[in-house]
């Protein structure tokens, strides 16, 4: 006796493993790589409907008859085990025959023909006709039957898959091309092994992809991990010159436990001053990017998915810019690859060849180049604040030459009778040029103490999901067991409210700890055109634990058109987030109803501005003159900090608006009104 398997075994490691078709016809060239072809073409015939053609051709070395039934028909496992280096010096890299399978299921017949190199002048042939399979009991009941031809062809491997059963629209023919020209690292014009596809629109991408505008990057990242697990890194100016060099403990404590490796990448800063003495443009080079871009990982020669994939952000390169953009860069704006040098087998390919299995090798890897990348970024960092206060030396330095120059001026150009009267107006000027100086300084250490605020409030809230992960946890435990060691009555009776207590509590712990993380997102500061609405939106949803524990209607009234104003999210969330906070709380003091609470937010245009307007039907403002609740420090909240008013101010302030508050407006409570200017106005 010994184990059967049934055909649908072939659905399951085959293209229900594998689904997307690129992937599979990929899997098919990375045999003609293992085969030492220097050409490999893929051809799509009619593809656009379904009953096309796919052809795959090589010039490799061919199979003989042992070398199709011992390894291209075996599933599970494939000659390449021994990982021998060919005679072109390439360590293969194919997989158990998984991948293959998937690709020749796409079809319902598959041709195979091969002329091996050490047979020339000989051409054999096998014909697998899926449908057969369908009639069989097991795989074992079908055999296949190999032809000898002879041929003047030269030595190489074409397969036709036949009657192809889905669809190559534009879009997954496109994706196929792209994943085609980055599979053998196309940086590299050493490389004698370049796959194409035949399909409209190939000639163009490939045009895009070899347009190669290195020369236009800001910054070159090299960096080399040897053998014995230490690291190097060097970072080059646009001009080729050194900038930064680091040795292995600038880099990390730890020597690396994974495989020999190399790291290369490109930096751009794509805003249009940055290119204008360059050759190219801006718009040029982020079209490039938008199709090559980010870091891909090459192993034994050829590039692993996903990595580097638009959606694939494998190293945290966005992760670490939203939590500090200064001097990052994202995956938009970079190019790169790491080559993994792995003679040995450590990284492994998971089954479905979408990524390695994350053991100790590939964490390694991965965090030798999260490492180099963070090294960059501090480095860059350091060379910025140098520059900084540099500038602040220079600008304290360049006030006091002013200044002698100003007074020399005076006393040269000022008649003598007159010289008393200019001098004291230049000292007027000079107290009132020291108060707003004052003022700012105020300002400034006001805000640090909220930014520390704000914080540590992040950091507290980050920790406070682990605590909140394990109560949720707990309560799954005791409503489990529960059930489980009693009736559904003793159950009900004893246990299920105090458990949707735990699950209520838990998640609503959670929304709250994430509200301090959401409004310090630092991607919230760029200045650009803001859309209004968006923002109130967002905001609602982000309050909406909040109005619910504390039985609040919200309605949003918006105006028709889009409003659009410049600025940033972070201050018109400034605005809302204060504002609204200050309705939630008139409803907490003593004598506000418990009933029937509302708040109403609403926009209209005027003119070339868009009114904002929050009001609540709480008390109103009371016990404090209105032009007193701006300033800082003032509050009539209990526990208030009176700084949240202020905040409002100050940001409208620098959006260009004016801001007013009525004691008791439409609603009887606490309305508030803000001006800002359209942008375009």
Request: glycine share 6%; proline share 4%.
């Amino acid at each position: 006796m010994h184990f059967k398997f049934s055909p649908s075994i072939l659905n399951r490691l085959g293209e229900e493993l594998i689904p997307n078709p690129d992937q599979g016809i990929i899997e098919l060239v990375k045999n003609a790589y293992d085969a030492d072809a220097t050409k490999c073409t893929v051809e799509l015939i009619d593809t656009n409907n379904i009953g096309g053609s796919i052809i795959i051709s090589d010039n490799g070395t061919g199979m003989d008859t042992d070398a199709i039934s011992d390894g291209w028909l075996v599933l599970g496992r494939s000659k390449k085990a021994a990982r021998e280096p060919t005679q072109l010096g390439r360590l293969p890299v194919g997989d158990k025959g998984l991948g293959r399978l998937a690709a020749l299921r796409q079809g319902s017949q598959v041709n195979l023909k091969t002329r091996p190199k050490n047979e020339p002048g000989v051409e054999y042939s096998l014909t697998i006709n899926w449908d057969v399979f369908e009639g069989a009991d097991v795989v074992e009941d079908v055999s296949f039957d190999t032809q000898t031809n002879p041929t003047q062809k030269a030595h190489g491997t074409d397969i036709i898959i036949h009657q192809v059963k889905m669809q190559l629209g534009r879009a997954e023919v496109k994706r196929l091309a792209r994943e085609i020209l980055l599979l053998a690292d196309p940086f590299d014009n050493t490389l004698a092994f370049r796959p194409r596809l035949i399909a409209p629109g190939f000639e163009d991408l490939e045009k895009k992809v070899n347009e190669a505008y290195f020369e236009a990057a800001e910054y070159h990242l090299k960096a080399s991990l040897n053998p014995e697990g230490t690291a190097e890194a060097w970072l080059l100016d646009w001009k080729g010159d050194l900038l930064f060099s680091a040795k292995h403990e600038n880099i990390s404590k730890a020597v690396y436990r994974s495989v020999p490796a190399e790291l290369e990448m490109w930096v751009f800063l794509l805003n249009p001053q940055n290119f204008s003495a360059k050759k190219v443009s801006s718009a040029e080079v982020r079209s490039w990017l938008s199709e090559v871009g980010g870091v891909h990982l090459y192993h034994r020669g050829l590039r692993v998915k996903p990595y580097g994939d638009r959606a694939d952000d494998w190293l945290n390169i966005n992760l670490a810019r939203a939590r500090n953009p200064e001097v990052r860069p994202s995956t938009s704006t970079v190019i790169g690859r790491v080559i993994a040098i792995d003679r040995d087998d450590f990284l492994i390919q998971k089954t479905d060849r979408l990524g390695f299995i994350e053991n100790e090798a590939f964490l390694e890897l991965r965090r030798f180049a999260i490492d180099v990348l963070e090294w960059m970024a501090k480095e860059r960092l350091k060379e910025t604040e140098k520059k900084r206060e540099d500038i602040k030396q220079e600008s304290s330095q360049d006030v006091q030459d002013v200044k002698i120059r100003l007074e020399k001026a005076i006393e040269e150009a000022v008649p003598q009778e007159n010289l008393a009267i200019v001098q004291n107006v230049v000292k007027e000027y000079e107290t009132a040029k020291e108060r707003e100086i004052k003022a700012l300084r105020d300002d400034l250490h006001l805000y640090r103490s909220l930014a520390t605020a704000g914080t540590t409030a992040a950091v507290f809230a980050h920790e406070s999901s682990k605590p909140v992960t394990l109560i949720q946890k707990l309560a799954q435990r005791i409503e489990s067991k529960g059930k489980q060691l009693l009736s559904d009555e003793a159950y009900i009776e004893s246990l299920k409210e105090p458990v949707e207590m735990l699950y209520r509590a838990s998640s609503s712990w959670k929304r709250f700890a994430n509200f301090p993380l959401h409004l310090l997102k630092r991607e919230k500061r760029r200045s650009g055109v803001i859309d209004v609405h968006r923002v109130i939106d967002d905001t609602v949803e982000l309050f909406q634990p909040f109005f619910e524990e504390s039985k609040i209607e919200i309605k949003t009234i918006k105006v028709n058109q889009i409003p659009h104003i410049r600025g940033s999210i972070a201050l018109v969330e400034a605005i809302l987030t204060n504002l609204l906070t200050n309705t939630i709380n008139a409803f907490q003091v003593e004598g506000a109803r418990n009933q029937g609470r509302q708040i109403i937010i609403s926009t209209e245009i005027l003119g070339n501005n868009v009114r904002l307007k929050v009001l609540d039907n709480g008390l109103g403002i009371k016990d404090i003159e209105l032009d007193e609740i701006w300033l800082p420090g003032i509050t009539t909240t209990t526990g208030g900090t009176g700084f949240g008013l202020t905040i409002v101010k100050d940001s409208v302030k620098d959006m260009r608006g004016k801001v007013r508050a009525i004691a008791n407006g439409e609603l009887g409570g606490a309305e508030f009104a803000v001006e800002l200017p359209l942008s375009g106005s």
